[in-house]
Each structure stands twice: as C-alpha cells, then as structure tokens.
C-alpha cells in the first residue's frame, strides 16, 4: 500500500515557476512509476508527465513539453514536477499518482494510488 501527499500549490501569476512535490511512503517506492496528472473544473483528468523507477525515463504531454520537467528523489521518497512560465489554462488541481510497473503508464486507469491533489493557480 502507498500513501502519496502533493504539496508545493499556490496562487501564481502568468510566467511564475512553481515546483510541486509527491512525497511517498513505502519501502519499495523505487519500484514505481509515478505520474502528475492535472483536473480543471468541469474538465477531465488530463496526463501531464510520468516517470520510471530509476529515474531515466520520462514522458510528457505535449501540451507541457519543453514547459514542466518531471524527476525523482528516491532516497528521500519524492517526485517532483517543475513548472516554468505558467499559463492560465495551467490553473488545475495537480494529483500525483504511483503504480508498480517498469514502464510509467500515460492514462489514469494505468495508476493503482493517487494522492488528494494541490491546487495550482495561476492568474493573468
């Protein structure tokens, strides 16, 4: 069983940074891929970026490539999400997500746990 926490959301302007942290329990977290995935009201859940156990590979939407940067810290138990040059239509609620599977999934049926979610947003 793991347990997943998001932090690091807030109110921002358009062209702030942000940097958004999962912090994960369990002993085999880099067994793991982890994802963010974002929801804006009324909106489906959208694939922003995943990444491997290992930290090698990663996989972005195109909508955010060249944008966000995904990456791991697996001694202390954390993925985290770079955000750069914010938009408004970045402004959502940003869900971290975890599976035990080599390869990171892109869709939400791909993830078995999921954290309560951070609240980005990001005015003009």
């Known amino acids: 069983q793991v347990q997943l926490v998001e932090s690091g959301g807030g109110l921002v302007q358009a062209g702030d940074s942000l940097r958004l942290s999962c912090a994960a329990s369990g002993r085999t977290f880099r067994s793991y891929a982890m994802g963010w995935f974002r929801q804006a009201p009324g909106k489906e859940r959208e694939f922003v970026a995943a990444i491997n156990g290992d930290g090698v590979n990663e996989v972005y939407s195109e909508s955010v490539k060249g944008q966000f940067t995904i990456s791991r810290n697996n001694a202390l138990f954390t993925v985290y999400l770079q955000m750069n040059n914010l938009k408004p239509e970045d402004t959502a609620v940003y869900y971290c997500?975890?599976?035990?599977?080599?390869?990171?999934?892109?869709?939400?049926?791909?993830?078995?746990?999921w954290g309560q979610g951070t609240q980005v947003t990001v005015s003009s």
């Open positions: 997500a975890a599976v035990d599977k080599k390869f990171p999934p892109t869709v939400e049926r791909g993830y078995d746990y």
